[in-house]
Each structure stands twice: as C-alpha cells, then as structure tokens.
C-alpha cells in the first residue's frame, strides 16, 4: 500500500538546522510531484515548498525563502527538507505530499519544535 513516513523532527533552537526525510513507497515516486506542508496549532495547513518529479522545479512559501531547500533522490524514494536559520514560528507539524491527479497521498507528521 502507498505509504510516505516524515522523520527528522525535534527540538531545535533558534538560529539552528533540521532535515526532514519523506520516504515513500508504493507508488511510482518518480513520477510524482512532491511537497512540503506544515501545520501549526490553531493555524490552517500551509504548503512550504513544492517539488517537480523530476526535481526541476522548485518553488518556496516567501517565509522560507533563502532558509529552506527541498530535494529528492528518485533512486532512494525519498524527498528532503532541509531547514536553515529556524525560527520560533516555524513550529509546526511538517507533512509530506505526493500528487499526480487526481491522486494525492499524505503522510502522517513529524513535530519541529523552534525554542530556546
């Protein structure tokens, strides 16, 4: 069954760096756009960056621009965040999505917690 698992959450403090991992399986991964969502308390689920199939295009939420980097590694069937210079309000719950319609497919989290 399809199945994408986030890992690489936790506590950071500000200023520091996380990399989160999606790693997906049953499903054609290549041939999928990928995303990054993140989900803070009290707040709507908002997409953080998005990814080609192939990994050509790229595009940023303007609050993680020049911060965050997502990627992919197509032979491994895995996407990444890489999160920079963090900040307090970048807690969230951190989501991975793939989609080629009308599929879309979620995984289930991983908490990133920014505090001092």
């Known amino acids: 069954q399809v199945q994408l698992v986030e890992s690489g959450g936790g506590l950071v403090q500000p200023g520091g760096s996380l990399r989160l991992s999606c790693a997906a399986s049953g499903f054609t991964f290549s041939s999928y756009a990928m995303s990054w969502y993140r989900q803070a308390p009290g707040k709507e689920r908002e997409l953080v960056a998005d990814?080609?199939?192939?990994?050509?295009?790229?595009n940023y939420a303007d609050s993680v621009k020049g911060r965050f980097t997502i990627s992919r590694d197509n032979a491994k069937n895995t996407m990444y965040l890489q999160m920079n210079s963090l900040k307090p309000e970048d807690t969230a719950v951190y989501y991975c999505n793939a989609r080629e319609n009308p599929f879309a497919y979620w995984g289930q989290g991983t908490q990133v917690t920014v505090s001092a």
């Open positions: 990814i080609s199939n192939a990994g050509w295009r790229r």
